[in-house]
């Protein structure tokens, strides 16, 4: 046995591991990016929901989506009677569901595409067919997009939806009525025909100015946290509730106030730096293997000493 | 090297190759209906389960276990364990077939199949799996090359094309003399690009799922996840040696190269001791060990994957059950159904996408899944058949 290759190989293994664990190793979390004070978005008021529903409605009239029958109807009585969606598909971008057990604490939530800061969706995109518009809408686009659910996977309110039924089949969301409706000056469709003032259309900067002034305004009507003010990096879509009711009893998760996306792109970002760790490992596998070869050429055999 | 490698030239038509195309035609015919008729008309794929059976196990298990090629090719070229060596040519052939079927999973998930080479054209750096295309495809690319002495030593001199054809036989002769010139000088660096590619591409897998801290079960979210990916596969990699090495000799009726697998073994419980360390003191530095005992179907499902990955390194430690053929086979076999059922945990068991859908692969999802399976093997039939892939008996 040859010592001083034996420990080579250590020396080896061991520099090896260091280059793996410094790819593995979570570099610093990137720094957060900033909501854009020109960024529309829109304030839910779940204290204010009545539950009628009429932004579903006009959600897929604004975006001619079909109705969907999930009440056996359509099979019982020969013809499709309601839309009444379970929750949110290819064809329904939002949706009012209703959450709470006793009778003061039952809230209308709606829910739809939070169009987050810095989103999920868009980090994970292999092509990057999601992306943040300067309105602040998140755009999808469909021909760009190669039908890998991933953002599915990413996106932590779980809104992107695939058309599982078609041959050809897209992701399908809220687009924040960016080019039907923003673009015309005009608020989104859900907000503009709210009767009981439960959606407010505006800047993101001035809603969370809103409902500061809400909760100010009744502080014993209103839980004192704005939803989505900073929950994962900050969303486009902010929430109110009634003071006795959490917001993770709303479906709206109890997130840590940082993107999701951090930790796979600091992972990334690290491997990718300079190609340092790619090329480190190379060298030493080079180097490895080219002492082998010339002590196996020194040596005159093939085969060599395989112990170690 | 005293030993040449030869074509088994077997009898192609057995009963177990129309076993393999009756699998492969079934798979057929559920693909007509995912092509042509959507998702839904195949797959039990849902809102909560957008990855199904087809990501965590024609993807993330078919690369886990292509492994073979690269630790193989690290152990015997650059590692100079020369003494291995007739173990590289079926490792490097086995990696390129599962590779090649992992490319062909993936256009079977994807719903725009058509715009695959998007991935080569827009880039997205902050996506994780931006890197894992890139690393697959080279990875698919530098196998081919390496595969490529194997063609040019079976046919150089004595390419004979059928009929008209055989006007083409100079020009081809003289390609292959040129692809050999480039294979003898070039193919040191293939060999770590192989590796280096693999360690990209194996660890990227692990950081997959990372996006999804809210979804992910905490015994699997962890950010050593790419690490412990990376380690996993190299210690399913000798494994999977073990385990075709042992099939193919059964099934072509050739004499098991015990001496050499029971060898090349004493690698695994390195590996595997490395990785078993590495995961549990990930567990107990996160003090996260405790859920693995409550009970749930999470927590059982982590318990059988450590299982399956430390009773093979235990007995494996001993050079005398590695010796043993059938206990050598049992514990690789073990180890591959631990890496195996670490992917289902990361990519479907693991994740809790909310209370309203569940999944379970239908009918039609694994009747694809056994497809590949079906056309790996029947491919590493053709491939051992008809070129000098495995060593004569000695």
Known sequence: ?308 | MNIKALPLRHRFWTLNVAVLLFFMASGVVFAYFRFFHGFASVTNLNPAYPFGIWIAFDVACGVALAAGGFTTAAIVEIFGRHRYHALVRPAILTAFIGYFLVGLAVFFDLGKYYNIWHALVYWNGTSVLFEVAWCVMLYLSVLAIENLPNVVEQFRGRVALPGPLSALNAPTDWLLGKADGFCRRTMAFFVIAGVVLSFGHQSSLGTMMLIAPYKLHELWYTPLSPLLFLTSAVSVGIPMVVFEGTLAAKFFGRKPETELLSGIAKYIPLFLGTYLLLRLGDLAYRGVLATAFDGSLQGNAFLLEFALFAVPYFILKRRRSRQNPTLLFLCSLSVICAVVLNRFNVFLIGMDMGPEFNYFPSVGEWAITFAFIAFGVLLYKIGVNYLPILEEDH
């Open chain 1, 1 to 308: 046995m040859d010592i001083s290759r034996r420990k080579f190989l250590k020396i080896g293994a061991a520099a090896g591991g260091t280059a793996a664990c410094a790819v593995a190793a979570p570099a610093q979390a990137r720094n957060a990016r900033q909501p854009d004070p020109q960024w529309y978005g829109m304030l839910n008021d779940s204290t204010r929901c009545i539950g009628c529903k009429a932004c579903m409605v006009a959600c897929k009239k604004e975006n001619k989506l079909e109705a969907e029958s999930t009440l056996g109807e359509k099979e019982a009585l020969g013809e499709q009677l309601y839309d009444a969606p379970r929750g949110l598909s290819e064809h329904t971008y939002t949706l009012i569901k209703m959450h709470g057990e006793k009778e003061q604490e039952k809230t209308f939530v709606k829910t739809q595409c939070m169009h987050c800061v810095d989103p999920a969706c868009a980090s994970a995109c292999i092509v990057g067919a999601l992306k943040k518009q300067d309105n602040g809408a998140v755009k999808y686009d469909a021909g760009m997009c190669m039908g890998c659910r991933y953002c599915m996977v990413a996106c932590p309110y779980s809104v992107p939806q695939f058309e599982w039924h078609k041959a050809i089949p897209a992701i399908k969301k809220c687009t924040l009525c960016s080019e039907t409706r923003l673009e015309k000056g005009e608020p989104t469709a859900c907000a503009g025909v709210c009767p009981a003032g439960a959606i407010t259309f505006g800047k993101r900067t001035e809603l969370i100015k809103i409902a500061r002034a809400r909760i100010d305004a009744a502080p014993d009507v209103y839980l004192d946290h704005i939803y989505g003010e900073e929950e994962v990096g900050g969303t486009g879509v902010l929430y109110l509730t009634k003071k006795q009711v959490a917001f993770a009893a709303l479906g709206l998760g109890d997130f840590d106030y940082k993107p999701v996306s951090g930790l796979t792109e600091s992972i990334q970002h690290r491997i990718f730096q300079y190609f340092i760790p790619p090329i480190a490992v190379y060298s030493i596998l080079g180097g490895i293997m080219a002492y082998n070869q010339r002590r196996k050429h020194n040596a005159g055999i093939e085969g060599g000493d395989d112990e170690y």
